[in-house]
């Protein structure tokens, strides 16, 4: 008897052993299998608020996605919270239109939600009334920044990236410079690849627009045959790079030539017996050749004067001595030849021949 007592107390004991045991291994278990909280960052930091947005078609997914990515690392959970936000941000625009929108939804937020709160408190009043409570201006933020973004860049955005399209050209521009714009309304104005190609060499200049099309082998295009603007993108950028070092160093080595300080030898090939013609070298604009049976109806104007201005006339006063810039009486009115003079003067420095030639020509 003794016995088994002592056998029920040694079992009662290990009962009671092992019954903390099994709650210690379950809790064990539990720690494995059940899910683990996310873990916060150890580094925290305050982000920069995200740009004011001012109405602009162009900017309207970039605003979006900024704030969308302030709210995240703020920790914004609260839907509402991030609208208005939004909404306080933006202002500005064409005749202030993006802060007249902004005032009109933040005036329709703030009417819905003291309605709802009207309505709850009378419905707290009086269990058994029914009342329409109003629902909230926006489901949560994914639906406010599809509106917004209908509002200010679906339709006006899309059109003015077209207009724009058809309009830009390279111009001054690098084909670098070129594409970089060309592509940011592409993506926006809703062309396909082929239309959007056209576009883009339309927009190139004409030298390197033949040069694109005639490149061998041509741009690749999508994996299901489709054109590929892209590659044909980057082709005309390379294009046009490699056309600029040439071009630079082409003028490098033309200013090392014309810079060399041994002289060019020019060759005479006319003296060597060959038939390459030589042109000859004559300053440009020469005065043309005088007819040797043209009248020198100049020589008047020289007569009497060898380069000594003790035998030149002065056409002021037509004293000897002097020539008219040197005249003593420059003050005074200016002396005409006697009648006929000149012409006696220029007759007598005539040959025979010229005499006669003259003569004819006077009717004699």
Known sequence: MDTLIAAIGSLVTGLANLIPLMGTTNQHLANITAPQPPTTPSHKYKPNPPRAYDGSPNRINATIQEHEIFFRLSNF????????YVLGNTS???????????DAIRSQILSREEEIENANTHNTANPTALINVPGLRFANWKAFAKEMTQQFGLMSGKQEAIDTIRLIEQGNMTCEEYATVFSTHFIRSGYNETSGLEEFKRGLNRALRMKLETTFPLPDDNADG???????????VELDRQWRIANKRDKEYGNKGRNNDKPTQRTNYQ????????PRNEPRNAPPTKDPNAMDIDRNRRSGF?????????YHCQRKGHIARNCPDSDKPKVFPPRGARLRTLLSQMTEEEREEAKKDLGF
């Open 226 to 236: 489709s054109t590929n603007v892209t590659n044909w993108a980057l082709r005309a």
């Open 77 to 84: 959970t609260n839907d509402q919270d991030k609208i208005l």
């Open 92 to 102: 500005g625009g064409n005749k202030d239109y993006a802060t007249t929108w902004a």
């Open 271 to 278: 003296n060597q017996g060959t038939n390459r013609f030589e």
């Open 306 to 314: 060898s380069g000594n201005f003790a035998d030149a006339t002065c």
